[in-house]
């Protein structure tokens, strides 16, 4: 005899997910529109690394790139880097459902009051936000097929990769908003985060580890890098990703043991509410830094190993030794720049959405201290110190193991080991990451209206 009770179907809850989104409202559609953005920067460079790939080990003459997309190994090199970008990409959709989940709050909860479970308020949430990557993709499937309709696309086949990807993207973008949502409970009271006790890995795992892992490392690619061999790469990429998981762990130790220290310590008003914030919370610091930091490590790096490849390329092309013009040379290593620049740039955008989301989710809290006497440029000081004091010594950490790279690719050519720029890197990330933090000063000021308190 089959039961009353029937589990709904994947069909059921796309509808009830198209309805949500249809009748979203203005700041619902702002959320959409940067998840749609995302999923086209994500299909935008998957199409690219097909179209390459699809030449396989062809010799093509391309019309522009100074000859760097017409052999297969530089081609290679340009496939890796597209597929590297979608990192910071997956954060930046995992920060946008987050603020979903935030502004949703009211309908989860109508949804829970209506019979839906934990599971498939979860599910539909995730279908809403896999409908507007659909969007982002199939516009970005179009743009890129209309570019290369426009060349003559040698390799019809491809295609079918094309729109493979416009699929697996929705799909992945879908995944990345059920991972994001996995801490939402949308009780029908309308609480939608459980919030647990975090307390994460103490000092000597949170800090002294990562510091210890990335010395050890930096210091084997700096006495072993100059041997070469395959195992080169291999180390070159393994101090990269420790360093920024470490620096990662580091971001989230420290915002801890800064805040218990500064709570316990000073007098200021603006650094005691951070304090608390960061204490009560100090891995949110990690979670919205962990690609931001990993883009930092190459960039320093990158910025070394650049000043080392000029400085070699221009005393080659003196000495009459260079083999190709030093503009096929130039031009590879710009685009590496871009590619590094476009990942802090998604990076930026995914602190800044993240930084509103903590707005959006306190704004409660934030009119309340309103009310009670504390001056708006006391919020907004507090707003600046939680993404400054925690971010401060993951970006040294991720200078070592930036500086460790360049400097056994120096090492590797027999020059001296640049210091000025590659050192500039972090305080230009820093300087660029409070100036995001900045741009949710508007939304602070819009959160503390006493409105909020009228909200049950």
Known sequence: MRSETTRPSVHTDARLAWALAAGSDRRERWRLALTAFGAALATGFCLGAVALAALADRQVSVPYGNGLLDQPGTRQGVVVALLLLLVPVAGLLGQAARIGAVHRDRRLATLRLTGAGPRQVRRIAALESGLACLVG?????IG???????TGYPVPLAWAGFVAVALAVPAAGAGVSVFALRRVVAS????????????GPGVLV???VPVVLVVIGSALLVLRGPAGGATAPLLVCAVVVV???GAVWVAGTSARLTGTRLAESSARPAVLIAAHRLRQDAWAASRTHAAL???TVVGVAFVGVREVLLDGLHRQQREGRLGMDIGYYT???GLAGAAVLVALAISLVSLAVGTAESVATRRRTLAAQTASGVPHRVLARTLLLETALPLAPALVLATLGGTAVHAAYATLFGVSVPVVMPLLVAPAVYVACLAATATSLPLLR???APSELRVA
């Open 331 to 333: 031009f590879g290593i």
């Open 243 to 245: 360093t920024g998981a």
């Open 144 to 150: 890129f097929g209309a570019m290369l309709a426009t």
């Open 446 to 448: 819009r959160s503390i």
């Open 293 to 295: 930091l990993l883009v």
């Open 137 to 141: 993709s199939v516009l970005a499937l």
């Open 206 to 208: 949170g800090l002294v």
């Open 188 to 199: 029908p009271l309308g609480h939608v985060r459980r919030v647990t006790a975090d307390h």
